[in-house]
Nanobody, 112 residues
């Protein structure tokens, strides 16, 4: 059974930082591309960052220079710095090979 369990979300002030983690089980982690999407209220889900099984990274323009993605030993991380109110969203981890698996999401709220 594939499980992706996110953690690390919460409430943070503008300019603050959070690190999201996604622990994967039930898959051969090294064979999967991993990444994060987010969905803000009333908006479509959008890609935030991805990392291939070979380590190639793609970062959305809206968060480039502020967010980084990494992976290690069954977990993928999203380091978020200089957070802005517009980063408020539910953040979803995913794993992809020939199909995609999704986590349950973790809420990130950026507010004074």
């Amino acid at each position: 059974q594939v499980q992706l369990v996110e953690s690390g979300g919460g409430l943070v002030q503008p300019g603050g930082s959070l690190r999201l983690s996604c622990a994967a089980s039930g898959i051969r982690f090294s064979m999967y591309g991993m990444g994060w999407h987010r969905q803000a209220p009333g908006k479509e889900r959008e890609l935030v960052a991805s990392i291939t099984r070979g380590g190639s990274i793609n970062i959305a323009d809206s968060v480039k220079g502020r967010f980084t993605i990494s992976r290690d030993k069954g977990t993928v991380y999203l380091q978020m710095n200089s957070l802005k109110p517009e980063d408020t969203a539910v953040y979803y981890c995913y794993a992809t090979d020939t199909r995609a698996y999704w986590g349950q999401g973790t809420q990130v709220t950026v507010s004074p």
